[in-house]
C-alpha cells in the first residue's frame, strides 16, 4: 500500500527555468510534508517543509504547495539550476511528537546547463 | 561532528551471516530512526527510538532484523541471516524530538548480501 506516491520518476528542465515535483498522498491522517533532496552516495538532505494548516511555504528558490482536498502537493524550484540535479523525495507524517515519515518513491531532477 | 554519521559505508556479506551497523545521531537528539531503500524505492521506515521508551519496531520485516540503542545516543542495526533480498542501503537519521519535526540523515551503509 504506496501510501505517498511520486508518478514521475524523473524530470528534466533547462537552467533558469521552473522545475515542478509533484506528490500525491492517500492518508488523510498525514499532517506534516517534507521535501527531501539526494545526491548519490549521500543521505537525503532536508529542503522545505509545511504543515497541514498552511498551503504554502516559500524558502528562497523552493516553495512548497499542499492541496489538502486533492491530497496532493508539488515543490517549485525557480529558477533551476544544474546543482539542483538530484533525486527528490517527499515524505509525510502524522502527528508532532513522533515523526515517522513514509516516502514516496523518489525523482529524479535533471537541470541542463 | 555536526552531522549524523554511519559505519561501515559499505559492507558486503555472505548470505547466512550476520552484520551489524552503526549509527552516531546528533549530539543531543533524542529520536533516532533507522531507513532501508531498496534499489528503485523509496525510503522504508524500519524501527524508531525516542529517549527512554520502547521502540517502535513496526516496519521491521523479520525477525532477523534487531536494533538497540544503548545510553540514549548510538544504535546498532543487526541483521542475522543475512538474505539477498537484504542487499539495499540502510540510512540513520536523528531528530532533536522538541517538537522540531525534521530529520537529519546519515550517508548511508551500502549493504550487499551475496
Known amino acids: 500500500d504506496q501510501q505517498v506516491k511520486q508518478n514521475s520518476p524523473s524530470l528534466s528542465v533547462q537552467e533558469g527555468r521552473i522545475s515542478i515535483l509533484n506528490c500525491d498522498y492517500t492518508?488523510?491522517?498525514?499532517?506534516?510534508f517534507l521535501w527531501y533532496k539526494k545526491y548519490p552516495a549521500e543521505g537525503p538532505t532536508f529542503l522545505i517543509s509545511i504543515s497541514s494548516i498552511k498551503d504554502k511555504n516559500e524558502d528562497g528558490r523552493f516553495t512548497v504547495f499542499l492541496n489538502k482536498s486533492a491530497k496532493h502537493l508539488s515543490l517549485h524550484i525557480v529558477p533551476s539550476q544544474p546543482g539542483d540535479s538530484a533525486v527528490y523525495f517527499c515524505a509525510a507524517s502524522k502527528g508532532t511528537s513522533y515523526g515517522k515519515l513514509t516516502f514516496g518513491q523518489g525523482t529524479i531532477l535533471t537541470v541542463h546547463p | 561532528g555536526a552531522g549524523v554519521s554511519q559505519s561501515p559505508s559499505n559492507k558486503v556479506t555472505e548470505k547466512g551471516k550476520d552484520v551489524e551497523l552503526r549509527c552516531d545521531p546528533i549530539s543531543g537528539h533524542t529520536a533516532l530512526y533507522w531507513y532501508r531503500q531498496s534499489l528503485g524505492q523509496g525510503l522504508e521506515f524500519l524501527i524508531y527510538f525516542q529517549g527512554n521508551s520502547a521502540p517502535d519496531k513496526s516496519g521491521l520485516p523479520s525477525d532477523r532484523f534487531s536494533a538497540e540503542r544503548t545510553g540514549g545516543s548510538v544504535s546498532t542495526l543487526t541483521i542475522q541471516r543475512t538474505q539477498q533480498e537484504d542487499s539495499a542501503v540502510y540510512l540513520c537519521?536523528?531528530?532533536?524530538?522538541?517538537?522540531?519535526?525534521?530529520?537529519?540523515f546519515g550517508p548511508g551503509t551500502r549493504l550487499l548480501v551475496l
Open positions: 537519521a536523528s531528530r532533536d524530538g522538541g517538537g522540531q519535526e525534521t530529520q537529519y
Open positions: 492518508n488523510s491522517m498525514f499532517d506534516y
